[in-house]
T-cell receptor, first 113, second 111 residues
Framework: NAGVTQTPKFQVLKTGQSMTLQCAQD?????MSWYRQDPGMGLRLIHY???????DQGEVPNGYNVSRSTTEDFPLRLLSAAPSQTSVYFC????????????FGSGTQLSVL | QQQVKQSPQSLIVQKGGISIINCAYE??????FPWYQQFPGKGPALLIA?????SEKKEGRFTISFNKSAKQFSLHIMDSQPGDSATYFC??????????FGTGTSLTVIP
């Protein structure tokens, strides 16, 4: 049982480049979410999904897009990377969402130069 | 605006001592208060959680104390061990499917 799998683990981008961070879970969880972790800021919610075809914005959605075509996958797209998006990104899932245990992936460390 | 305020930012405790981390919130709609533990290079993992209908929850050496009237909750780690050295995050959530995390506390337990 792999849990929540994130790829890549590390990525370096130049300003203006685009990329997609991948997240997959094999626990049949309805709820999936993306967080960014910055020093002194804790974890901040970017986008979340409560099921296939349903997504919504979190605290810091600007500059990021998401889609949820399957229950298993929830990719995060950076359309035009900026240095302010340098961060560690975590994907998390849970069975139904609110008030339930979140399972986190191991993270993607992204640097935008 | 930080929905959940966490203190201290860092904490150093002797082995066998008690580690205490505090969190405060304003939104009375929050109904779930978890604590997550994170080791370097890893994702956070749920340690213990509480709902506002109880004032305390204990799991092994870890205890959450919850004060609904003061809108505060805290994590107590009894008999702290070097293996407890990690970053701890409090969080809160409500019906909106959004989890709000504190800024984290870096705990170091000295042997």
């Amino acid at each position: 049982n792999a849990g929540v799998t994130q790829t890549p683990k590390f990525q370096v981008l130049k300003t203006g480049q685009s990329m997609t961070l991948q997240c997959a879970q094999d626990m049949n969880h309805e709820y999936m979410s993306w967080y960014r972790q910055d020093p002194g800021m804790g974890l901040r919610l970017i986008h979340y999904s409560v099921g296939a075809g349903i997504t919504d914005q979190g605290e810091v959605p600007n500059g990021y897009n998401v889609s949820r075509s399957t229950t298993e996958d929830f990719p995060l797209r950076l359309l035009s990377a900026a240095p302010s998006q340098t961060s560690v990104y975590f994907c998390a899932s849970s069975y139904r969402g609110r008030s339930e245990k979140l399972f986190f992936g191991s993270g993607t460390q992204l640097s935008v130069l | 605006q930080q929905q959940v305020k966490q203190s201290p930012q860092s904490l150093i405790v002797q082995k066998g001592g008690i580690s205490i981390i505090n969190c405060a919130y304003e939104n009375t709609a929050f109904d779930y208060f978890p604590w997550y533990q994170q080791f370097p290079g890893k994702g956070p993992a749920l340690l213990i959680a509480i709902r506002p209908d109880v004032s305390e929850k204990k799991e092994g050496r870890f205890t959450i104390s919850f004060n609904k009237s003061a809108k505060q909750f805290s994590l107590h780690i009894m008999d702290s061990q070097p293996g407890d050295s990690a970053t701890y995050f409090c969080a809160a959530s409500s019906a909106g499917n959004q989890f709000y995390f504190g800024t984290g506390t870096s705990l170091t337990v000295i042997p």
